[in-house]
């Protein structure tokens, strides 16, 4: 039997693929294509992507939309990323499927977890798109549950900003530090609000880790895939370290 290589899943969020504007910027997109064409050579990457550069269903629904159909709508926006994060991994070199768990069979295979693993053995980079296919859930909480459900070794989550899990909000505090290794059990204790608080529930109750790190400089995304220590270790095990 051959060893099976690393298998992971990366949370990258919709407001980066805009680069801080409304819809997709190509220049953007095709550097973070490259970042992850170069790490599918040797690793197994399933890819979650918000649609926060289209549509934010929360927020809507603050402003007196449905919560439902606002969050169906920011669904479709994650669909629109992965389209386009699939053309800019192709043109990089890397073969890709994106998985919809909303049916859209024209743009999209249906999200089934078998097919999808047996696409990450053949060396293809899958993305999820839509969401979980329901309201209330965010792609933070999707990409847990992709994870727990594909197997994969850890969760890598890519921030656009913030470079790991802080005390406190540092665009705020001046006085926040940074923390190396936290446990969930803290993490959710604290409040601590980098990732949403269901996926770290759903990540400490089965034993899933997860890397909180910055997509900045380039090169992070690559070096995280790959295996490398940065941002911030979330698990069941290590006690909390700062700096």
Do not use: W
């Not at 805009?18 to 170069?38: F, K, M, Q, T, Y």
């Amino acid at each position: 039997m051959t060893e099976r290589r690393r298998r992971v899943m990366l949370k990258l969020s919709g407001e980066a693929f805009g680069g801080g504007s409304l819809g997709v910027n190509p220049d953007v997109v095709s550097a973070l294509a490259r970042e992850i064409a170069d790490a599918a050579r040797t690793v197994e990457i399933a890819i979650v992507v918000g649609g926060g550069n289209f549509f934010r269903g929360a927020e809507l629904s603050q402003r007196g939309m449905d919560r439902g159909r606002a969050d169906y709508m920011g669904m479709l926006g994650t669909v629109m990323n992965s389209l386009a994060l699939q053309d800019f991994l192709e043109q990089a070199g890397a073969e890709t499927r994106v998985q919809s768990a909303i049916s859209m069979t024209q743009v999209a295979e249906p999200y089934i977890p078998r097919r999808a693993e047996r696409h990450l053995e053949k060396g293809r980079v899958v993305i999820f798109g839509a969401g979980a296919g329901l309201p209330y859930f965010s792609t933070d909480t999707v990409a847990a549950q992709r994870a727990l459900e594909i197997d994969a070794e850890v969760v890598l989550v890519a921030k656009n900003g913030v470079d790991g899990v802080y005390s406190d909000d540092p665009r705020t505090n001046p006085d926040a530090h940074k923390i190396d290794r936290i446990t969930y059990q803290e993490a959710l204790q604290r409040g601590l609000k980098v990732v949403d608080s269901t996926a770290f529930s759903l990540c400490m109750d089965n034993g899933m880790p997860m890397q909180v790190f910055g997509m900045e400089p380039g090169g992070n995304v690559t070096a995280a895939i790959l295996g490398a220590d940065l941002g911030t270790i979330v698990s069941n095990s290590e006690s909390s370290t700062t700096r």
